[in-house]
């Protein structure tokens, strides 16, 4: 556990990018040599080269350098642009080293195998030409796995470099001995039986042969990482670099780090938003797909909320901004995701450990492979040949790539989609889901009351209904008011003055207008002041109240003129997603504080299995529990601040993202999109997730369980064994990359 400062209390969180690792085994050097230090707690991520640590507030961050540095590795601050400058450094390093490899290579090979097994073509000297061309090879294209190595032996360490160092060297050294010194009795090549003098040098090709697939694995295998990587950047890639402030009625181009809060800017078509906001003027539509995944432009107009990143198409618009810099909407997004990569999976820790033994027990077993052939009466190339393929098929390199690959594509493609996942924990949990409860109000319902219905009493013309009751609304702010007031302002030119308003609480409201005397408020407030209904009127508040809606009567000096019929619209793609979810097999529980009848009439539209109304905010989680309780693995849907509880209370917890911060703090996914079917959408995803990281951990675990046999029997050559070892790691790569493709509900409407 990280201890906190002393002094403060206070816990930082700083990001390193980590150069030299190479395997899973070097990610868990540097994080156990990092949590050495007291009151630091690292984890360190292969995949993607960094190191998040938590220290306490006065500790500085060269001692975290100068620790990873002492273990054998580079390290820095992270910065911006670390990540992708050190990838395609490393790529194109990787590169320059795998074509000299194969330019050389490939002639070695041919000329080697050609001239061992056909006596008559070769000539004087033809060894050292083949041991001249294997030496830039072995010395200068392999020297990121012999420099790997000798830092490993220094710290008195192994790692996969060291299995692969020691292969490459072995097969060179026994070639040049036999060129040099070991004069031309007839030679061996496995595969080929007896060959003819001189063919002892044919493992010069193994060294070269050896580099070359593990280069062009390592190769591969970087540019699959960074296109893993890649669906992150690209939300990074959506921030604008500049914003067009509006300062003292001029436009000026500024750079973004410059906008505050509160600013005004300008947003033309074609351009993005630079920061979260609200619009003041003008109106428009605006893409919002790269950030929230939701296919349909949304309307902007004055009063609206617009995301940054997200795109203008038509007008212009004049907006103040809300957030901006890390507190947008995107920065947060970006945030969370790059935080669910740091973070670990229980199977990857499990991983990490393995990996931390797994090459010194390689290295024993290639011993033992040699003593066992020597000691049986084997010739020694065959000894050294068996010995040679442990140590070169045995890398584990898929097994640290198995599970931060997959979670890199995967979170990247969900924030794609809208769906932020936070880490790990939320697809380990999303196993054997079997229930989804969903709150009612902001999640299934818009959470925004609205006048549905309009019915006046006998004498009184709708336009008098909405005046009235308009007009003594306008004082409150309860939601059904606003409901009211907007309502009316959409159909009366403007709204009479007020005089003498009073509020009552839980029942409606009384006010002055133009001289009358205006009652707004419930069938109960209307039975407290004995004012009676009329047939019609009565009628029409049992069928409102019938269909779950929120019937508002309105008096005018003591008479009803009429009612309104309110209600919280449930959302378009509420019975979609429903729909989609029952379909996965599970099942749905609407859990709302409402009474009833009206929970049930939402309940019959949308189409859920069970309803649980008239639950207290503080009983919430409660109600999780008890569902928990009979065997249920439940995830829950919220976003208000009386859903924080029973997020963390369910066994996974999705947030709408204009939740609450409570809500969102509390959740282990959280959906971004403005549409419901994002929660089927988050499940398969998680489930696939979880799904493709088993696989690859299934793959990674069984390639090396049955290779390390066969290489110890002597049934792979070298060669086999360094291509087998790499094709693994870019297939569990490759595989994970497949994530790239999955599609949610809003992203197939689109492209129908």
């Known amino acids: 556990m990280t201890i906190a400062d002393p002094v403060t209390g206070e816990v930082r969180t700083v990001e390193l990018a980590v150069t030299g690792m190479t395997c899973a085994a070097c990610s868990a050097r540097v994080e156990r040599s990092l949590n050495k230090l007291d009151g630091v707690r690292a984890s360190v991520n292969y995949a993607t080269e960094r190191a998040t640590v938590q220290v306490p507030a006065g500790f500085g961050d060269d001692l975290l350098v100068e620790r990873i540095r002492k273990a054998g590795y580079g390290a820095r601050v992270r910065g911006e642009d670390d990540d992708e400058d050190l990838t395609l450094t490393r790529v194109r390093d990787l590169r320059r080293r795998l074509i000299v490899a194969a330019l050389l290579a490939v002639p070695l090979g041919d000329l080697s195998i050609t001239l061992a097994l056909v006596p008559s073509l070769r000539f004087s000297g033809w060894q050292l030409l083949c041991l001249a061309l294997a030496v830039p090879v072995v010395f200068w294209a392999a020297l990121p796995f012999h420099r790997a ?3 490993n032996l220094r710290h008195r360490s192994s790692s996969m470099d ?5 292969g490459v060297l072995a097969s060179f050294s026994w070639s040049a001995w036999v060129t040099l010194f070991g004069g031309h009795e007839p030679g061996y090549w496995v595969g080929f039986g007896p060959t003819a003098a001189g063919a002892d040098a044919i493992y010069l090709d193994v060294a070269a042969g050896v580099t070359t697939f593990l280069l062009a694995g390592r190769y591969f295998e970087s540019r699959s990482r960074r296109n893993a990587a890649g669906l992150l950047a690209a939300l990074d890639a959506l921030a604008a670099k500049e914003v067009r402030v509006l300062r003292d009625g001029a436009e000026r181009m500024v750079p973004v780090g410059e906008l505050a809060v509160d600013d005004l800017f300008v947003v033309k078509p074609g351009e993005a938003f630079a920061a979260d906001g609200m619009v003041q003027s003008g109106r428009s539509t605006v893409d919002v797909s790269a950030v929230t995944g939701e296919p349909v432009p949304a309307e902007a107009g004055p009063g609206d909320r617009v995301i940054g990143a997200s795109v203008n198409r038509e007008g212009r618009l004049v907006v103040r901004a809300t957030a901006v810099g890390t507190h947008t909407q995107l920065a947060q997004m ?8 740091a973070r670990k999976a229980s199977v990857q820790r499990l991983v990490d450990r393995i990996s931390a033994v797994f090459v010194p027990v390689v290295l024993v077993l290639a011993l033992l492979t040699l003593g066992g052939w020597l000691l049986t009466g084997h010739p020694v190339r065959d000894a050294f040949t068996a010995a040679v393929s442990v140590l070169i098929i045995a890398c584990p390199c898929a097994l640290g790539l198995a599970t931060p690959t997959a ?3 995967g979170v990247g493609r969900g924030a794609q989609l809208g769906i932020l996942i936070k880490g790990p924990d939320a697809l380990e949990a999303s196993r054997r889901l079997d229930t989804v409860v969903l709150d009612k109000t902001g999640t299934v319902t818009t959470g925004r009351m609205t006048v549905l219905g309009c019915h006046p009493a006998a004498g009184r013309s709708r336009g008098d209904l909405l005046r009235f009751a308009g007009a003594a609304e306008s004082g409150s702010e309860h939601a059904i008011a606003a409901a009211v007031v907007e309502a009316a302002r959409a159909e009366l030119p403007e709204l009479p003055e007020v005089s003498a308003f009073t509020a009552l609480p839980g029942l409606g409201a ?3 207008v133009d001289g009358h005397v205006v009652l707004v408020g419930s069938p109960r407030l209307f039975g407290e002041r004995s004012i009676a209904l009329s047939e019609e009127i009565a009628g029409h508040v049992g069928t409102t109240q019938a269909a779950g809606a929120v019937p508002v009567l ?9 009612m309104l019929e309110v209600r919280d619209l449930v959302k378009p793609s509420a019975a979609a997603a ?11 529980v609407l859990l709302t504080g409402d009474h009833e009848v009206a929970a049930r009439a939402v309940a019959a539209e949308i189409g859920v299995d069970e309803v649980r109304a008239g639950v207290l905010p503080a009983d919430k989680a409660r109600e999780i529990e008890a569902l928990r309780a009979t065997g249920a693995r439940v995830a829950m849907v919220g976003d208000g601040i009386n859903d924080g509880p029973a997020l ?12 609450s911060d409570i809500a969102l703090r509390s959740a282990d996914l959280v959906l971004v999109r403005d549409d419901l079917r994002v929660v089927p959408d988050a499940i398969r995803l998680a489930d696939r997730t979880l799904r493709i990281i088993r696989g690859n951990l299934a793959w990674a675990f069984g390639y090396n369980v049955a290779a390390l046999p066969l290489a110890a029997s002597g049934l792979l050559n070298p060669l086999i064994a360094g291509a087998a070892m790499s094709l693994s790691s870019v297939l569990v790569v490759s595989n994970s990359l497949r994530l790239r493709s999955f599609d949610g509900s809003g992203e197939k409407e689109k492209h129908d």
């Not at 060291?162 to 020691?166: A, D, F, G, K, Y």
């Not at 970006?334 to 990569?341: F, V, Y």
């Not at 963390?648 to 939740?659: F, K, Q, S």
């Open 578 to 588: 429903v729909a989609a979810l029952r379909a996965q097999g599970l099942r749905t």
């Open 149 to 151: 190595a000798l830092r």
């Open 648 to 659: 963390a209370t369910a066994d996974l917890g999705m947030a709408v993202a204009h939740g």
């Open 334 to 341: 970006t945030a969370l995701a790059e935080q669910a990569q």
């Open 510 to 512: 009384e006010a002055t």
């Open 407 to 409: 979670l890199m594509a």
């Open 554 to 562: 309105v008096a005018v000096d003591g008479e009803v003129a009429g």
């Open 162 to 166: 060291t299995l692969v160092s020691l």
